[in-house]
């Protein structure tokens, strides 16, 4: 199945679809540890992180960026993908810069901060032991992914973040891995959607100069100009 077949008449029902039970059993061991991290962090959000788009009309967004999972101190303590981290840092900023992001990221739900003609999801939606899932949750949490991606109705340019949402995203779209290998930079193409890679903006990478704040930029370069209909 491609992009475009993912789309249908009942988008909206798959809005519904795209996200978990807050007390979501399907993965039992991350299911524990969301236990186990509900009487450590008491005030934690400690539940699958919602997707985060647009405040009016977020299924009309064009952009979906996918990242791995929360992370617990991240959103699994603040409900919003990529808020309460260094991640966050690196990516609302770059977001901002491109125009896909309205206000200042403080590093909380409510700090006003809004996304514009973007969703961000997780491809697991439940924080991870040592932020490593494992294959079979990673499979377990994909139907949300895939629902996520029927949802949005406009949809035009995904941006995975790491080779574990890239290979769930493929996954997702019935993309076999062999035709589009990952590479930070790298930009397959399908019926519908331009899927971009970029290596996960984590502080490990960063730190490591395996990622760089300029690399970062021309990845959100290239889907801003392939948002803009300057590339064809």
């Not at 699994?76 to 200042?104: C, E, I, Q």
């Not at 971009?196 to 970062?216: A, E, I, K, V």
């Amino acid at each position: 199945m491609r992009a475009g077949a993912l789309k249908h008449a009942g988008a909206a029902d798959d809005g519904a679809r795209a996200e978990p039970a807050r007390d979501c059993p399907f993965c039992p061991r991350l299911a524990g540890y969301r236990a186990a991290n509900a009487q450590s962090f008491p005030s934690y959000y400690n539940g699958p992180a919602p997707s985060f788009g647009p405040p009016i009309d977020p299924l009309a967004a064009r952009l979906l960026i996918v990242g791995l999972a929360p992370g617990l101190h991240g959103a699994n303590r603040t409900g919003r993908p990529f808020t309460g981290d260094y991640a966050g840092d690196l990516l609302y900023g770059t977001l901002g810069k491109f125009g896909f992001s309205h206000g200042v990221y403080e590093a909380r739900p409510n700090d006003g901060l809004t996304l514009i003609d973007a969703m961000i999801a997780n491809a697991v939606r439940c924080a991870p032991p040592g932020n490593k899932p494992t294959p079979e949750e990673i499979r377990t949490c994909r139907p949300f992914l895939r629902a996520r991606i029927a949802s949005l109705e406009n949809l035009k340019a995904i941006v995975c973040l790491g080779r574990v949402a890239h290979d769930s995203t493929l996954a997702a779209l019935g993309v076999k891995p062999k035709d589009a290998r990952f590479g930070h930079g790298a930009a397959h193409e399908f019926p519908g959607v331009v899927l971009f890679d970029s290596y996960h903006c984590s502080r490990y990478n960063t730190n490591t100069g395996r990622l760089t704040g300029p690399m970062f930029e021309q990845v959100f370069a290239a889907v801003r100009l392939r948002l803009s209909g300057a590339s064809a």
